[in-house]
C-alpha cells in the first residue's frame, strides 16, 4: 500500500513533515485491539520518489481472519464486503488455510537421502 498514490498511479506525496506523524498514527491505529481484531504487526516505510514524499507499507497474506471495528470484510476485486453470514465467514476462515505450505499436508513426499 501506498500513501500519497492516488489509484491511477499518480504520485501526490504526503506533507512531508507530516509523514512522521501519519506513520505513528497508521500504528496506533493498527495496534488498537479495539479497532483491528486481531491487531497486526506492519512497519510503514517513509521513501523520497522523485521529490515527494510517500509512505510504503507492507502487507503481507495472513492466514487470520481480520475484523475491523468488529465487521468482517472480504476483498473482492477492488471492492471491500461486508461479511455477516456465519458461513461465509467460515469459508474464508477455510480458504485462508491454505495460504501457507506449512500448513498444508503432503502425503505422498517421501524423504530420499542421496550420496
Same mark, same amino acid.
Given at each position: 500500500m501506498?500513501?500519497?498514490?492516488?489509484?491511477?498511479?499518480?504520485?501526490?506525496?504526503v506533507?512531508?513533515?507530516?509523514a *512522521?506523524d501519519m506513520v505513528?498514527?497508521f500504528?496506533s491505529?493498527? #495496534?488498537?485491539p479495539?479497532?483491528?481484531?486481531p !491487531?497486526?504487526?506492519?512497519?510503514?516505510e517513509i521513501?523520497?520518489?522523485?521529490g515527494k514524499t510517500v509512505?510504503h507499507?507492507?502487507i503481507?497474506p495472513?492466514?487470520?481472519v481480520? *475484523?475491523?471495528?468488529?465487521?468482517v470484510?472480504?476483498?473482492?476485486? #477492488?471492492?471491500?464486503?461486508?461479511?455477516?453470514a !456465519?458461513?461465509?465467514?467460515?469459508?474464508?476462515?477455510i480458504r485462508k488455510q491454505n495460504?501457507f505450505t506449512e500448513k498444508?499436508i503432503?502425503p505422498?513426499v517421501?524423504?530420499?537421502?542421496?550420496?
Amino acid at each position: 500500500m501506498f500513501l500519497g498514490v492516488l489509484d491511477d498511479a499518480t504520485v501526490e506525496g504526503v506533507p512531508p513533515k507530516a509523514a *512522521s506523524d501519519m506513520v505513528k498514527n497508521f500504528i496506533s491505529i493498527i #495496534s488498537n485491539p479495539n479497532i483491528f481484531s486481531p !491487531t497486526i504487526y506492519l512497519v510503514p516505510e517513509i521513501l523520497d520518489f522523485e521529490g515527494k514524499t510517500v509512505i510504503h507499507v507492507h502487507i503481507p497474506p495472513s492466514a487470520e481472519v481480520h *475484523s475491523y471495528r468488529k465487521d468482517v470484510y472480504d476483498r473482492v476485486e #477492488s471492492a471491500d464486503i461486508r461479511v455477516t453470514a !456465519t458461513a461465509q465467514i467460515a469459508q474464508m476462515y477455510i480458504r485462508k488455510q491454505n495460504i501457507f505450505t506449512e500448513k498444508k499436508i503432503y502425503p505422498y513426499v517421501q524423504l530420499k537421502i542421496c550420496d
